[in-house]
């Protein structure tokens, strides 16, 4: 089975923090995605990689960043949490472009 | 431009009813995926099915069923004879092969409420 892990369900942080969420995948996927769901919003790609050390942004890359060092690692970064950036993040892994398998989610409240 | 549409937003059923959820896609690629993924309340997305563009065959599992049509772009899903487990948001999604690289565009999702 597909397992993807997100380092936190919740995370509470404040105003101008720097924020590391971290993602690991164990099934060697190539390709590795960064999205968060807002209600009525459906869910929406901040980052994804296709490599190791290779990004491409998504419909929101703004205010985020991202690295991939390893393979089985992605991380999302944001810079300076702002309040509008409180939200659910889901990190999900495929092979090729079939489906995606995602972690449990991290929840995010910036205060 | 690749689209999902999900139009109903909430459907709620009493158990052991069926229900069909609806999905209609746009894409001017000829090769393409089509995926339904279900979230239940304790929030992690998980895949049910994958279909591409060649095998229109309608897929049975279980108490699902998916048809999937080109004439009318729609891949629909049913739930024959509802259980309360199966309360969840259900998203349809769209992945091109040859234009949309490694994206996956995800319908705004259809939230299911079945009742006891």
């Known amino acids: 089975d597909v397992k993807v892990t997100q380092s936190s369900r919740y995370l509470v942080k404040r105003t101008g923090e720097k924020v590391f969420l971290e993602c690991v995948q164990d099934m060697d996927h190539e390709n590795m995605f960064w999205y968060r769901q807002d209600p009525g919003l459906g869910l929406r790609l901040i980052y994804f990689s296709y490599d190791v050390k290779m990004k491409e942004k998504g419909d929101i890359p703004e205010g985020y960043s991202v690295s991939r060092e390893k393979k089985e690692r992605f991380s999302l970064i944001l810079e300076s949490a702002s309040t509008n950036q409180t939200s659910m993040y889901l990190c999900?892994?495929?092979?090729?472009?079939?489906?995606?398998?995602f972690g449990p989610g991290t929840r995010l409240t910036v205060t | 431009a690749q689209k999902v549409t999900q139009a109903q937003t909430e459907i709620s059923v009493v158990e052991k009813e069926d229900v069909t959820l609806d999905c209609v896609y746009e894409t001017r690629d000829t090769t393409y995926y089509l995926f339904w993924y279900k979230q239940p309340p304790s929030g992690e997305l998980v895949f049910l099915i994958r279909r591409n563009s060649f095998d229109e065959q309608n897929e049975i599992s279980g108490r699902y069923s998916w048809n999937f049509q080109k004439s009318t772009s729609s891949f629909n899903f049913t739930i024959t004879a509802s259980q309360v487990v199966d309360s969840a948001v259900y998203f349809c999604?769209?992945?091109?092969?040859?234009?949309?690289?490694?994206?996956?565009?995800f319908g705004a999702g259809t939230r299911l409420f079945v009742k006891a």
């Open positions: 999900a892994s495929s092979f090729q472009t079939y489906e995606q398998y």
């Open positions: 999604a769209l992945s091109e092969l040859n234009t949309g690289g490694f994206k996956t565009i």
